[in-house]
């Protein structure tokens, strides 16, 4: 089974950049999709990114647009998430999370939703200062 491994979380003033890296153990990547979630103190997790390695699709929160970057490297069996122009309104809780779905299997063409992922990383926490 796979097994993901967050890393990257820090402190960073709003208008700075972290990445985010999801490590995968115990299975490859390339026929799952991948996604980013968050959750920020008092609020419910929400689906930030997803992307599907089959066939290269990738969707981002409208919250995230433009400024947010996922993507994935199969050598290293890894899922990175890129995050720029960070705001206070970004600080949570990030979670990388997978489900298999086949070579064949549907991408990702909207925001992932909760229920869809069954493999889940330990979370990374992000906190963006004023």
């Known amino acids: 089974d796979v097994q993901l491994q967050a890393s990257g979380g820090g402190l960073v003033q709003a208008g700075g950049s972290l990445r985010l890296s999801c490590a995968a153990s115990?299975?490859?990547?390339?026929?799952?999709?991948i996604a980013w979630f968050r959750q920020a103190p008092g609020k419910e997790r929400e689906g930030v990114s997803c992307?599907?390695?089959?066939?290269?699709?990738?969707y981002y929160a409208d919250s995230v647009k433009g400024r947010f970057t996922i993507s994935n490297d199969n050598a290293k069996n890894a899922v990175y998430l890129q995050m720029n122009s960070l705001k206070v309104e970004d600080t949570a809780v990030y979670y990388c999370?997978?489900?298999?779905?086949?070579?064949?299997?549907?991408?990702?063409?909207?925001?992932?939703?909760?229920?869809?992922?069954?493999?889940w990383g330990q979370g990374t926490l992000v906190t963006v200062s004023s």
């Open positions: 999370a997978v489900y298999h779905v086949g070579f064949s299997g549907y991408g990702c063409y909207r925001v992932p939703e909760l229920e869809e992922y069954d493999t």
């Open positions: 115990g299975g490859v990547l390339d026929d799952h999709n």
């Open positions: 992307f599907a390695a089959h066939d290269g699709s990738s």
